[in-house]
């Protein structure tokens, strides 16, 4: 059989145990070897007691190999992938953090990293599986260019850990015609501290032998622990548990085959961070001139799981039935609170369509803090946008738009200009917004400086259109409201302010735009031109165009005249010629998996969709109108990804469309996203723009 493509879409078959038996966990079996005298290493008498998550009063057995060959150099932290999803997201409850079968569309697209060295670096194979019908074949040549800044690898590499006991499994299966027999050791799994040279804990194979190599720090001699033959053209089981830890509450147990094969305590890791877990091929030698035996390594890997601090041995055999984990689930923001940056003090909730006043703040100097709980050990990013524009990572509590000194002292960056904002912020289970993140929050705020208004001041209710020929209401009318002139079927119409029942003053209406009035209404019913026992006055009435409408109530109390709070409205007639029953609608969207041209289903405000059920990063989004429609339509996609297009005939898609295929662009990866859509059709020679949808979503 072929390998196929990791891009060539497929079904994923249904799931069996592939004829092969259940494996249990044996006694335990300990085999260690000195590689450089060939030597039966020495075994210290000593029983220690180690508490795993799972297991009480287990006796381990300390072992110690200490060999004085050189120490294979892993390379120092390169900056990451900016391209690779973030994260994706289940339930906190399950012991499994990931899970990858490569029985999907799309394997390794979500949540872990890849350093690859060429194209041949990592593929979905048919070839070998050890449940289902697929893995993940990894290849690296001897010719390949390096794949970082000091090596030649095929790897995959997961966030750092969060925990320092974690649970680590994957099949594994060496082919004889891609994987000779070799002097020189490659590395097949290894846990890398960032900003640590040597990988303090490595699985590696050299002469098929599978070797577990551990160097702690500097100070420590290499300690080289055989585990076994490294047999090929057969699957291999790995089960790890590791208590990642500089001193003796560290420990390690691995499981090989579905038998315990080490049971071992003390230090697993050097100073610094807790690791990355990294899988796939990586061979020192070949970044050197050391010679060795063979130029091409290929190695399978299969149900690979990561599991945490609460998962079992049974959770993670890799032949086990398949569970599908996606990450672990990182905390989402509570609430976000406004700053006063002039008295460093909080000023309240600050919401979705919510006002900051500077006039009320005495001050132009605000922040924007997220509230999390008092254990979240992330990193939040802030995304501002607006007439001032900040993106900012916090990495540490109190978390703010602009930062702070850690003192209580909230930076500003010289305050909020006028105008409307739309902030999006984001939390990240790791530092530097790396990591999963959880949903984003989505607020829009107005900044504007105005007089403090007294509660107890009137206020217009709403406004009324009236048909001044019948004296009947019409109907209410709203900022931005758009009429068509046959639905109100006359041009004699007038305007009335709805106040409380209680009031007691006068009107104050003045209309500008089409037509120009300014006048007062004295009593009930409070109205733009006269009202008479019944009967509405219309003045020159309102004929197609486009008003401005602004309505003062004033008070009479105790003598005096005191001004309420104005309200003001824009409108527009239009000329009859266009009915609202034809005007272009966006009925819904759909989002399209673009890898097999088919729809996943339809999207609505406010959805949280999972990476995991869409399969695939290569996605787009089509709009759904009418049949009838003739027009382009406008797609404004912010968030996680950025872009505007318009699509000027059906299907009408946020990407490309030709002949059955959809185009996808960059893709959909996991984040926050807001997606305006907007239709434009061309009536009497005019191009006329329909109400914008717009919907907000997420991807975990």
């Keep these: 059989m072929t390998d196929i493509l990791k891009n060539q879409p497929r079904k994923i078959p249904a799931r069996g145990n592939g004829g092969r038996q259940k494996n249990t966990p044996g006694p335990i079996q300990l085999s260690l070897t000195n590689f450089q005298n060939n030597k039966p290493s020495h075994l210290m008498n000593m029983i220690t007691k180690f508490r795993f998550s799972h297991l009480t009063n287990l006796l381990l057995i300390c072992i110690t190999a200490v060999s004085c060959q050189m120490v294979d150099m892993e390379e120092n932290p390169v900056q990451e992938e900016n391209i690779?999803?973030?994260?994706?997201?289940?339930?906190?409850?399950?012991?499994?953090i990931y899970e990858e079968t490569f029985e999907g569309s799309e394997p390794l697209y979500a949540y872990v990293k890849k350093q690859l060295s060429s194209e041949h670096s990592l593929s979905v194979s048919s070839t070998e599986s050890l449940r289902g019908k697929y893995s993940g074949r990894f290849e690296l040549r001897r010719n390949d260019p390096k794949a970082t800044e000091n090596?030649?690898?095929?790897?995959i590499y997961f966030p750092q850990a969060d925990h320092k006991n974690r649970w680590y499994a994957f099949g594994l299966f060496l082919p004889?015609?891609?994987?000779?027999?070799?002097r020189n050791k490659d590395i097949l799994s290894q846990w890398h501290q960032l900003g640590v040279t040597t990988a303090p804990m490595s699985l590696r194979v050299q002469n098929d032998r599978f070797l577990l190599m551990m160097k702690i720090n500097s100070a420590t001699a290499t300690q080289t622990i055989d585990l076994g033959p490294a047999t090929k053209d057969r699957w291999h089981e790995f089960t790890f548990q590791v208590v990642h830890s500089t001193g003796k509450d560290g420990a390690i147990e691995i499981w090989h085959n579905g038998e315990k094969i080490l049971s071992r305590n003390g230090a697993t890791l050097s100073d610094g961070p807790l690791p990355r877990w990294k899988l796939g091929i990586y061979k020192p030698s070949w970044g050197t001139s050391t010679q060795t035996d063979t130029e091409l390594r290929v190695a399978y890997y299969d149900n690979i799981r990561m599991g945490s601090e609460n998962a079992t041995y049974q959770d993670m055999i890799p032949s086990q039935e398949n569970i599908q984990g996606w990450g672990l689930d990182v905390e989402e923001i509570q609430s976000?609170?406004?700053?006063?940056?002039?008295?460093?003090?909080?000023?309240?909730?600050?919401?979705?369509?919510?006002?900051?006043?500077?006039?009320?703040?005495?001050t132009e100097r605000v922040s924007i803090r997220a509230e999390m709980t008092s254990g979240f050990q992330g990193s939040i990013l802030f995304d501002l946008k607006g007439p001032k524009t900040n993106s900012y990572i916090d990495n540490k509590a109190p978390f703010a738009l602009f930062g702070d000194d850690s003192n209580g002292k909230y930076y500003h960056s010289g305050g909020l200009p006028l105008g409307d904002y739309t902030l999006t912020v984001t939390p990240y289970a790791e530092l530097k917004a790396k990591g999963k993140a959880a949903a984003s929050k989505t607020i829009r705020f107005r900044v504007v400086d105005e007089e403090v208004v007294?509660?107890?001041l009137p206020t217009v209710e709403s406004v009324t259109?009236?048909?001044?020929?019948?004296?009947?209401?019409?109907?209410?009318?709203?900022?931005?409201?758009?009429?068509?002139?046959?639905?109100?079927?006359?041009?004699?119409l007038t305007v009335k302010a709805n106040l409380s029942a209680s009031f007691k003053g006068r009107v104050l209406f003045e209309l500008t735009g089409a037509s120009q009035k300014t006048s007062y209404s004295e009593n009930a019913p409070y109205v733009l031109n006269n009202y008479s026992n019944g009967n509405y006055s219309f003045g020159s009435g309102l004929y197609p165009?486009?008003?401005t409408l602004k309505v003062t109530p004033f008070l009479q109390e105790g003598g005096k005249e005191l001004q309420g709070v104005s309200s003001t409205i824009r409108f527009s007639i239009v000329d009859g010629q266009i009915s609202a029953s034809i005007m272009p609608t966006v009925q819904s969207l759909t989002m399209i998996q673009a890898n097999t041209n088919t729809e996943w289903g339809k999207i609505a405000d406010g959805a949280k969709i999972y990476a995991k059920d869409l399969g695939t990063h290569k996605l787009t989004v089509r709009a759904n109108l009418d049949p009838s429609f003739k027009g382009r339509v406008l797609f404004e996609l912010s968030g996680a990804s950025q872009r505007t297009s318009f699509s000027g005939s059906a299907p009408y898609v946020l990407n490309n469309y030709k002949n059955g295929n959809y185009s996808f662009g960059s893709g959909l990866y996991p984040g926050s996203y807001t997606l305006k859509v907007t239709?434009?059709?061309?009536?009497?020679?005019?191009?006329?723009?329909?109400?914008?949808?717009?919907?907000?979503?997420?991807?975990?």
């Design 454 to 456: 007294d509660s107890a």
């Design 176 to 182: 004889a015609d891609g994987y000779a027999t070799d």
């Design 151 to 155: 090596g030649k690898r095929s790897e």
């Design 545 to 547: 165009g486009s008003y």
């Design 679 to 700: 239709p434009f059709q061309e009536v009497n020679g005019k191009e006329v723009q329909e109400t914008p949808t717009t919907v907000r979503f997420t991807i975990i």
């Design 84 to 96: 690779v999803a973030k994260s994706t997201g289940i339930p906190s409850s399950s012991p499994v």
């Design 465 to 492: 259109m009236i048909q001044a020929n019948t004296n009947t209401e019409w109907g209410k009318i709203t900022d931005g409201a758009q009429l068509d002139a046959r639905d109100l079927g006359t041009h004699k």
């Design 336 to 362: 976000l609170t406004l700053i006063n940056g002039l008295t460093n003090k909080p000023a309240g909730t600050l919401a979705d369509g919510g006002t900051i006043n500077r006039r009320s703040l005495q």
